[in-house]
């Protein structure tokens, strides 16, 4: 019989034993443009192989302010310009940060090279290029799709940073967020499409909306239910919880808008903004939920002890996490 009873260990006097992420919504509107971003950049390409030339013009353009808009979030949320340039200054495929920095400066590039050229044509050519007209004419096509290239990493990219770090929910994430995040950035992109193209050009954009959606719920529900109960349940309340379920609801809604809706213009707009706000929903969701799970220690240590309990129930006892050597 043991002579002092087993003692609960919550944390130091109530403290978090993570620390918060200092970031603000800033960052989590980053998350939703990039995955614009991601998918513009796609369906652009996909627009352009396939000659429906207002959904390319539409989705270009698109994916070039949502990356734009979201560079100067993070860098509001920086503080200070020249952090992000200071980033671009090595190449460290380690780091999740310095990789998404040099994907959304390659993404923003090229795709803004294809972005001038469609605004030159909707000005009727009175941009001032002169000579440079001819040589942007011909580079705009190897640029559209090498800007495709960089659409998929700028899509999910962030979901590596956000499970990279140690905040609890998060890191539970690790393993299935970028699925979540692709499909994600499909309902985004494919909503914003189906708002700004006439319905003859936007069957592309429903295709994917259709598969985002399929991809988009299955991805969350099984990422779910490969986490640890306790890091998942901050998913499940407060805001972060209000804000997924709805972003089950407007993907399902917007899906079967999507699918039956095609041939009127008022019903595939109503249905690209439920999209686009299920993606929103999704991303602020996970966004807010892994800030709560760093407030509480439950969070961390309950899982970090049933993990400990299997590794010993397994025979493992001399690596560091059953030793803490």
Not at 91 to 100: A, E, L, N, Q
Not at 153 to 166: H, I, M, R
Not at 228 to 251: F, K, M, N, Q, Y
Request: hydrophobic share 45%; glycine share 12%; with cysteine.
């Amino acid at each position: 019989m043991p002579m002092v009873p087993e003692v609960e260990f919550t944390s130091y006097y109530g403290h978090p034993v993570v620390k918060p992420a200092p970031w603000g919504d800033e960052v989590a509107a980053y998350l939703l443009l990039g995955g614009v971003a991601g998918g513009s950049g796609l369906l652009a390409a996909g627009a352009q192989l396939t000659g429906r030339q207002a959904l390319r013009r539409n989705a270009r353009l698109s994916g070039l302010a949502a990356a734009g808009v979201g560079a100067v979030a993070l860098v509001a949320d920086l503080g200070r310009p020249d952090r992000f340039y200071n980033m671009l200054r090595t190449f460290k495929v380690t780091s999740p940060m310095s990789m998404g920095s040099w994907i959304l400066s390659g993404y923003s590039g090229f795709l803004g090279v294809a972005s001038v050229a469609e605004v030159d044509r909707l000005l009727a050519q009175r941009l001032p290029l002169g000579v440079l007209r001819k040589v942007l004419y011909a580079v705009e096509g190897p640029s559209g799709l090498a800007a495709a290239v960089f659409s998929a990493p700028l899509a999910v990219y962030t979901a590596v940073l956000l499970s990279d770090t140690a905040t609890p929910t998060w890191n539970a994430m690790h393993r299935d967020l970028p699925f979540v995040f692709a499909g994600s950035a499909s309902l985004a992109a494919s909503g914003l499409a189906m708002l700004t193209t006439p319905v003859g050009e936007a069957g592309p954009a429903r295709t994917l909306a259709t598969v985002g959606v399929v991809a988009d719920v299955t991805a969350m529900h099984y990422m779910e239910s490969r986490m640890d109960p306790v890091a998942a349940e901050p998913l499940h309340i407060g805001r972060a919880g209000t804000l997924l379920r709805w972003s089950e609801r407007l993907a399902v809604a917007g899906g079967i808008g999507a699918m039956l809706g095609g041939r009127s213009r008022i019903a595939s707009a109503a249905s690209g903004l439920a999209l686009l706000a299920a993606s929103a929903c999704t991303r602020f969701g996970v966004f807010h939920a892994g800030i709560e799970s760093a407030k509480d220690p439950r969070y961390t240590i309950e899982p970090q002890k049933r993990r400990l309990e299997k590794r010993r129930a397994q025979g493992v006892t001399d690596d560091s996490i059953t030793t803490g050597w």
